[in-house]
């Protein structure tokens, strides 16, 4: 396992390296200036190295990747989450990867600081360096992030208002998120009656959590972390406790709180619907009401629910509605319908999520405790297809749950493809969104380069792997 830990550690220290000439920084900060890189950044040929340089790292850490799980598959046990941290720590304290997000999570903190209200005015109530890197677009707009990261951002902005040092503070986050799914999977993945090892090199040691998790620093690693402690606690009978941790979750961002989907399969085992319909409104009511405590003792309030649309503002090509409804709104524009070209495109995501809304209440009502994790998986990822907009790093939300699913070859297989394509094709999300050919021929090349590991990866099975010998505990209701 050494080779393919060195060639991790490798690919992560490149990408730390040109992240220093690729990533979007304040031009106040260090990074800016910094010696030789803050030259390169300033030229487009320089950015262009620095980017075939990255996509190479990242193609590393893809390859190294796929190369422990094909060992894992074949019966070895390595320390997966000793590889993950070594892989980790050249990302900590770089700047962010392929979003600019992070910035706006420090605006945001700011805002709370400064008494504003973030979920009214957007980051161009403030001035200074702590808006020199925040995204125009989200400029006047309000945060649609729950109250926790907002209140615990306010709290480090009463410290400082260094933009790069409230970043940091945000990717602590992540880390902390990752460290809850490092702990979770392997006691969720034994109670679901999957090899361990496997889902954990599945999830933990995916170098697409690393990369849009600590690299990124996307808050969407501590709510992936929450709601899966939420579902490893209700599954040892402590459905009480799951269903507040499932409301904090909530309060990261919403799409956690679907976690209560797993947590009522616990309370009540068998997919009768009165019993059903009980248990979701027992673990829905606790969770609800702990959304609002954070929100409460936070003092940042629940004005954030107003806000949720404002992610809807970007039309991402990974929703199905945004598809359908640029299509629709092509096609009628073409033929002179104006109005019904805009009425076309709100229709087409009012009906994805409609559609996802009934997806999620079926899997709800007729999902067993052998099914829990695959319902919560199926409905995230139906949040993601259907919602009005998705990022790369949001089909991470869904990836522990259909891990420990007991997924089966070819679902394996396109968990890893899409993990591989959007680990090595992430630099398309960043500031250098001019440079689309080059950024596509670079990855091309990684990709072709390690396509073959991919396709033996195909050959094994984790249901291969000597049957776990714990059985499943059964469901109790606790406190």
């Not at 991790?8 to 390296?17: K, L, R, T, Y």
């Not at 090899?195 to 969407?220: C, K, R």
């Not at 319902?375 to 522990?400: N, R, S």
Request: contains cysteine.
């Amino acid at each position: 396992m050494r080779s393919p830990l060195v060639r991790g550690v490798v690919g992560s220290v490149v990408v730390a390296v040109t992240s220093l000439v690729t990533s979007t920084v304040p031009p106040s900060s260090w990074v800016a200036s910094f010696p030789i890189t803050g030259d390169l950044r300033t030229a487009l040929a320089g950015r262009m190295i620095a980017l075939a340089f990255m996509v190479a790292g990242l193609g590393l850490m893809a390859w190294a990747w796929l190369e422990v799980g094909r060992n894992v598959m074949a019966g070895q046990k390595p320390r997966l989450v000793r590889m993950a941290t070594y892989w980790s720590l050249p990302l900590l304290f770089i700047p962010p990867l392929f979003s600019r997000d992070a910035w706006s999570y420090a605006a945001q903190g700011a805002l709370v600081a400064e008494g504003f209200d973030p979920y009214a005015v957007g980051p161009a109530a403030l001035s200074g360096h702590i808006v020199e890197a925040v995204d125009p677009r989200w400029m006047e707009t309000p945060a649609p992030y729950g109250p926790l990261p907002l209140a615990y951002g306010g709290l480090v902005a009463h410290l400082t208002m260094d933009p790069y040092v409230l970043m940091l503070a945000h990717r602590l986050l992540a880390v902390i998120g990752i460290a809850l799914i490092a702990w979770t999977i392997p006691r969720i993945a034994t109670a679901c009656r999957v090899d361990p090892v496997f889902a954990t090199w599945l999830v933990v040691l995916n170098p697409m959590l690393l990369m849009h998790g600590i690299g990124a620093a996307h808050n969407d690693i501590l709510m992936i972390g929450l709601a899966c402690s939420a579902f490893a606690l209700a599954l040892t009978g402590h459905w009480g406790t799951a269903a507040v941790i499932a409301g904090v979750s909530a309060a990261v961002k919403l799409p956690g709180g679907l976690v209560v989907i797993a947590i009522a399969a616990v309370m009540s085992p068998l997919p009768k619907r009165l019993s059903r319909l009980a248990s979701l409104a027992l673990a829905g009511v606790v969770s609800v009401l702990s959304l609002v405590t954070v929100g409460a003792i936070t003092n940042v309030g629940s004005g954030w629910l107003n806000a949720l649309d404002v992610p809807g503002l970007v039309r991402s090509p990974f929703s199905i509605a945004n598809l359908v409804g640029d299509a629709a709104h092509g096609i009628l524009g073409f033929l002179g319908q104006d109005t019904a070209a805009e009425q076309s495109l709100e229709i087409v995501k009012l009906t994805g999520m409609l559609l996802a809304i009934t997806l999620i209440a079926v899997l709800s009502l007729r999902s067993s405790i052998h099914h829990a994790a695959r319902a919560v998986g199926i409905a995230l990822l139906a949040i993601v297809l259907l919602g009005p907009t998705a990022h790369d790093w949001y089909f991470l939300w869904c990836l522990p749950f259909l891990a420990v699913a007991r997924p089966g070859r070819r679902l394996v297989t396109t968990m890893a493809a899409v993990s591989l394509i959007f680990t090595i094709a992430a630099p398309l999300n960043s500031s250098l969104r001019g440079a689309t050919i080059p950024i596509l021929t670079t990855t091309a090349l990684v990709i072709a380069a390690v396509a073959p590991l991919l396709n033996r990866l195909r050959s094994l099975h984790p249901a291969r792997h000597p049957a776990v010998p714990q059985p499943a505990p059964q469901p109790t209701v606790g406190a």
